[in-house]
């Protein structure tokens, strides 16, 4: 079994920095696609970054201000997110799987609690 812990986020306002960290434990070797997904009020879930296999992928909204990355050594998957706008804000949610080759639910097996992150202007 693997276990997703979210953590990191908060408020801010438009244009500041936050980055949102991602606790990975339990059977991690099975693990080669990790992602972000966010969901705000009202809308549906949608994708925001993945890694799998060490190729990073960026939804086109946040593409030049996030930056998915993951510490092996700590087993932590990392989001910066910079030039943070207030149609960034939702809950953001860690995810996991086997392989990714797309956004769609079922390359995702594990999901986080998820953090929430509110910009304001």
């Known amino acids: 079994q693997v276990q997703l812990v979210e953590s990191g986020g908060g408020s801010v306002r438009t244009g500041e920095s936050l980055r949102l960290s991602c606790a990975v434990s339990?059977?991690?070797?099975?693990?080669?696609?990790i992602a972000w997904f966010r969901q705000a009020p009202g809308k549906e879930r949608e994708g925001v970054a993945r890694i799998n296999s060490d190729v990073r992928t960026y939804a086109d909204s946040v593409k030049g201000r996030f930056t998915i990355s993951k510490d092996i050594t700590k087993n932590t998957l990392y989001l910066e997110m910079n030039n943070l706008k207030p149609e960034d804000t939702a809950m953001y949610y860690c995810?996991?799987?086997?392989?990714?080759?797309?956004?769609?639910?079922?390359?995702?097996?594990?999901w986080g609690q998820g953090t929430q992150v509110t910009v304001f202007s």
């Open positions: 339990g059977y991690t070797v099975s693990v080669n696609c």
């Open positions: 995810a996991a799987g086997r392989a990714c080759y797309g956004w769609q639910a079922g390359y995702f097996t594990v």
